[in-house]
C-alpha cells in the first residue's frame, strides 16, 4: 500500500491511517496522502493495464478490499443531445448500474473494509438512501452489523432494498442533517464504524476516485474539458477531481478537468456561496427538492460545504442550482430520449448542463462527462401516475387503443 498517512487540509497536522474522523487540534477534514515517488515508476509500467480498481491510489490492500462488482460502470455517447446542445462531445457515466444501483458502492466498499480491518463488528450509517443501501449490501458481504439512519422522506424503495440486505433501518425526524449528527453520535457512544459517505471518514471519499481512474481509461486518456457532478455535500465530485489530480501528478493526464457541482435550487448551500463568491458556505435548515439523493441542508457540518466549494474553486469550475422542474424534464428526456432510467438526483447533472449550455456558460466545442449517479427504480414515487388499460386479448380491443 502507498498510501502514508492522513492530513489536516486546515493545519496539515499529520495522522496514520488510523480510526479518526476530523483533526483533533482544529476540527479540519482529513485526506489521505499517497506517496507519488513510489507509485509513478509502477504507473509507468502498467500504463496500459486496465485495472478492476487502482488499488495503488487507495488506502487499503487489494487481498483486504471486500468488492462485488462495483465500478468499470458504462459509458455511452448522447450524441443526440450534445447535437441538440451544441457540444462537440457527451458522455454519460452510468453509475446507476453499480450493484446496489448507485455510485455510492464504491466508497462504501473501501469504507466497510477499512471497517473490517479496524476490527469493528459494527458500522453506522447516515444516508439520504443510497449509500444505505450500500453499506447494507457490503455489510452483510462483510460479516458485519449495519445500522443505518435514513430521513423519514427516504423512498419507499430504498428503505426497503437495505432492510432486505438485513441493516437495522431507522427513520430519523427532520432532514438529512439530523441523521448526520445521530450517526456521529450513535458512532461515539456506542463504538460503531461510521460510514457516512461525507467527508466525515476518510476513507470512504477515495473509493469515489476509480470514477477518474476508469474515464481515462475508457476515453483512452482523454480528460473532458467539463465533469458534471450532483452534489450533496460533495464527496463524489471531489473523489472525481482528486482522481484526476493523482494522474496527473503520475504524468498519466496533463491535467484535471473543471468540475461542475449541480445543486437542486431547494438545497443549493454550495451553489448559493459559489454565486455570492463567498468564502464560506452557510447550512440551510430545511431544504426541500424531488432529489432526495442531494437534499442535505450541511446543518452542523457546513465546512464540508466549504471543502467542496474549494474544490470548486481549484478546478477552475463552478457550481449552479437547477430547479425540481429542471431535473424532472432531464429525467425524462434521459428515459424517454436516451433509454436511461435515472432517479431525480442522477438525472441533477443533465439538467446541469442543459442550463450551462443555454446560458452559454460551456463553450461549443466542450467535450463533457455527465455523472447519472442512481437508478431510476430508486424512487418510484416521483414518477407519477400512468394510465394503464387492461383489456381482454382481444386484438380489436388493442387497434382501438394503439391507433387512436
Ligand atoms: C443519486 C445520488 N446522486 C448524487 C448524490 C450526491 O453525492 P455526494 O454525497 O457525493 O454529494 C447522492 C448522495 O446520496 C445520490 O444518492
Ligand atoms: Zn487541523
Known sequence: MYALGLCCVRCNKKYPLKVIYKCVDCGGILEVVYDYEQIRPIEMRDKARQRSKNFNLLPLEEDASIVMGEGWTPIVEANRLASQLGLSKVIFKCE???????????????????????????????????????????????????????????????VKQAAFYGARVIRVRGPYSNCFNLAEEAAE???LFNLTTTFINPYTVEGNKTIAFELVDQLNGLVPDYVFVPIGSGPMMVGIYRGYVDYAALGLVESPPRMVGVQA???????????????????????????????????GYADDGTHTLNYIRRSEGYALAVSDEEIKAAQICLAQKEGLFVEPSGAAGVAGLVKSASDGMIGADSCVVVILSGHGLKDMRVLGEFDIPVIDSDVWELIKIVED
Open 265 to 299: 435550487e431547494g438545497c443549493d448551500p454550495i451553489a448559493r456561496a459559489f454565486a455570492e463568491g463567498a468564502i464560506e458556505v452557510e447550512p440551510l435548515a430545511n431544504p426541500k427538492t424531488i432529489a432526495g439523493g442531494i437534499c442535505d441542508g450541511l446543518w
Open 96 to 158: 446507476f448500474s453499480n450493484p446496489t444501483g448507485s455510485f455510492k458502492d464504491r466508497p462504501i466498499s473501501i469504507g466497510v473494509s477499512k471497517a473490517l480491518e479496524f476490527g469493528y463488528s459494527r458500522v453506522v450509517i447516515a444516508s439520504s438512501g443510497n449509500a444505505a443501501t450500500a453499506a447494507a449490501a457490503y455489510a452483510a458481504r462483510a460479516g458485519l452489523k449495519s445500522i443505518v439512519l435514513v430521513p423519514e422522506s427516504t423512498p419507499a424503495e430504498k
Open 189 to 191: 457512544q456506542l463504538n
